[in-house]
């Protein structure tokens, strides 16, 4: 590797370790001021750099204590292609660094899953993940859009999503033709079977009350056929503000965004007929695509977001008519999280479960962690 490849690495993880935030949106900002670096330098930086952000727990425990980031640089270009299975047997390493884990988090995984599992799940956390799309079926056919793909890319229909396509091959996806016409959205294959559990009819009104940038909406927004009315709503106003860009690319019309004000609100209480929860959470289904969010986690953080979950979901209840349904879902493998939460609102709010929740693992090659149910609000007797 050329010494301006190292040099731009070790900027890299010095200005990311004052500016902090996500990494992934980070290395966006910081390749898009710097526009002299070509395509093949930006992608060979950012492999490698994401290799240091997924082992950076090894790493030190290989190191020693207090490792500035030049050095953990400088010792993984000294040993690229970086192979973490000739380090992991070393005894002088405590389990949690074999793994390229924090011990919060690998102690939790391993207390939920056990062992020989939970070390598994850390190795396929540390994988790169699958790049998977999903066909736009407001505008195209999954079949006929593999068959556009297929002209500039390897891909392959999912095996559990109704309009998912794993890309085998490399292309620029927001550079496509296909995706500026909204043909397609990225979306992890897990993440579309939850989608796919939001069963409306056209005509009917939903409410997607964590809505984001609108990933779950674009999933089912085609059941509708057009009719009825989908609202989208998020604390978050540049959230609504990017939904709207990709909602208006995908072609949809019966869309409307509730900002989160208290007026807004009111006109749409006890009104829908499915409400969406896609519910903050640990993303510790996620963390190939954010191996980042490893080092921000710990339990107390864990018994936080536990106790939002059931405050958006006895917030998003007010709006549901009686007999309608919430699809509650989360990008975590945790049952606190999931089942228990289920648990919880059965005996809360008298939720009756639909049908058996949907629940996966990370896999090597396959889909991330994700976990959604369907439960009906009560009907009035």
């Not at 902090?20 to 992608?43: N, Q, V």
């Not at 299975?85 to 002088?92: A, F, G, K, L, N």
Request: with cysteine.
């Amino acid at each position: 590797m050329k010494k301006l490849h190292i040099n731009l690495l070790e900027e890299i993880f010095t200005e990311h370790a004052l500016a902090g935030g996500p990494f992934d949106l980070f290395l966006r900002r910081f390749f898009k001021a710097k526009r002299f670096i070509g395509a093949s330098e930006r992608r060979l930086l950012s492999e490698t750099a994401y290799t240091l952000v997924r082992w950076k727990r090894l790493i030190d425990g290989i190191l020693g204590r207090g490792a500035s980031w030049k050095k953990r640089v400088d010792w993984l270009v000294s040993n690229l292609p970086f192979a973490p299975e000739v380090h992991m047997e070393r005894e002088d390493l405590s389990p949690h660094a074999q793994v390229g884990f924090p011990k919060p988090l690998y102690d939790q995984i391993i207390a939920t899953f056990g062992v020989k599992e939970g070390r598994e799940l850390c190795l396929i956390c540390n994988e790169r993940a699958p790049m998977t799309i999903r066909a736009n079926q407001h505008l195209i056919s999954r079949e006929t859009l593999l068959e556009k793909l297929k002209k500039e890319v390897a891909c392959r229909p999912t095996l559990h999503s109704e309009g998912g396509i794993y890309l085998d091959g490399r292309i620029n996806i927001f550079g496509s033709s296909l995706f500026k016409k909204g043909y397609f959205e990225v979306q992890d294959e897990a993440s579309q079977v939850a989608a796919e559990m939001v069963l409306l009819k056209p005509g009917e009104k939903v409410l997607d009350y964590c809505a984001g940038s609108g990933g779950k909406t674009l999933a089912f927004a085609h059941r509708s056929e057009g009719k009825g009315q989908i609202f989208l709503h998020d604390i978050r106003e540049q959230a609504l503000f990017e939904a709207k860009k990709r909602c208006r690319r995908a072609g949809l019309q019966n869309i409307q965004f509730i900002p989160h004000q208290k007026k807004a609100l009111n006109r749409i209480k006890q009104k829908m007929d499915w409400i969406v929860v896609d519910a903050p959470c640990s993303g510790s289904g996620t963390l190939r695509r954010n191996p980042d969010q490893k080092e921000r986690f710990d339990l107390n953080g864990l018994d936080e977001v536990v106790l939002k979950q059931r405050e958006i979901v006895a917030e998003a209840i007010a709006f549901a008519k009686p007999g309608s349904f919430l699809v509650y879902m989360t990008c975590s493998i945790f049952p606190e999280e999931n089942e228990q939460q289920i648990e919880y609102f059965q005996k809360k709010f008298g939720l009756i479960l639909d049908q058996k929740p949907f629940s996966s693992l990370p896999s090597s090659g396959g889909m991330d962690g994700f976990f959604a149910a369907r439960l009906q609000i009560p009907k009035i007797k």
